[in-house]
């Protein structure tokens, strides 16, 4: 059973509208969670992290909100831009080692 | 450059070949990884090693090995593909740091491997 869910596999946004990407995970035992950007052809990169100690990130548009009760994180994106049209993922670990657990990923489409 | 290489980029084998896909990085990381990237599953681990002397299976490792032949270099080998094992495979690298902000896998382009 996946323990890193992102249960919408699309989301298409307006340029200049905020993106609200999904994340929801069932291990109580994760305490660092981390969301990456997948362009095709390539990797994914890192884009934003946050600790569970803390219930809000923030660098530039992208901000990571962190609701640990309800085992549910977000990222949105303010203001969306065309260059932001790519798959992201979300993933989990624990602190006690450095394996990540990823979401099946989100496709997002930002139209200009 | 790319920090982390993969070679080859594409690959179409046939059932029951031995297959090799490599890894390089010049970040000077000791830490590696291996993960396969299936449609709608995400990245799942299949090993991963801490030093040159250090393998552990991830998730997924079974049909699978690797090899960890030096401190940039981390091969994962299918001993006998089978059709399942179509997908796209990532090679990943980490530096520990001093904590679990600092340790961020960087991924390289991928493989993508077709097993008919």
């Known amino acids: 059973d996946q323990q890193v869910k992102q249960n919408s596999p699309s989301l298409s946004v307006q340029e200049g509208r905020i993106s609200i990407l999904n994340c929801d995970y069932t291990?109580?035992?994760?305490?660092?969670f981390l969301w990456y950007k997948k362009y095709p052809a390539e990797g994914p990169t890192f884009l934003i992290s946050?600790?569970?100690?803390?219930d809000k990130n923030e660098d530039g548009r992208f901000t990571v909100f962190l609701n640990k009760s309800a085992k549910h994180l977000s990222l949105h994106i303010v203001p969306s831009q065309p260059g932001d049209s790519a798959v992201y993922f979300c993933?989990?670990?624990?602190?006690?080692?450095?394996?990540?657990?990823f979401g099946g990923g989100t496709r997002l489409m930002v139209k200009p | 450059d790319a920090d982390v290489t993969q070679t080859p980029r594409n690959r179409i084998t046939k059932t029951g070949k031995r297959i090799m896909l490599e890894c390089s990085q010049t970040?000077?990381?000791?830490?590696m990884y291996w993960y396969r990237q299936d449609p709608g599953l995400g990245l799942r681990l299949i090993y991963y090693?801490?030093?040159?002397?250090?393998?552990n299976k991830g998730e997924i490792s079974d049909g699978y090995s690797v090899s960890r032949q030096a401190q940039a270099k981390f091969s994962l080998s299918l001993e006998s593909a089978i059709p399942n094992q179509t997908a796209l495979y990532f090679c990943?690298?980490?530096?520990?740091?001093?904590?679990?902000?600092?340790?961020?896998?960087?991924f390289g382009p991928g493989t993508r491997l077709t097993v008919l």
């Open positions: 990943a690298t980490s530096d520990p740091g001093d904590g679990p902000s600092t340790d961020t896998q960087y």
């Open positions: 291990n109580s035992m994760f305490d660092y």
């Open positions: 946050i600790s569970s100690i803390k």
């Open positions: 993933a989990a670990k624990r602190n006690a080692g450095n394996m990540l657990t």
């Open positions: 970040k000077g990381h000791d830490r």
């Open positions: 090693s801490f030093d040159v002397k250090d393998i």
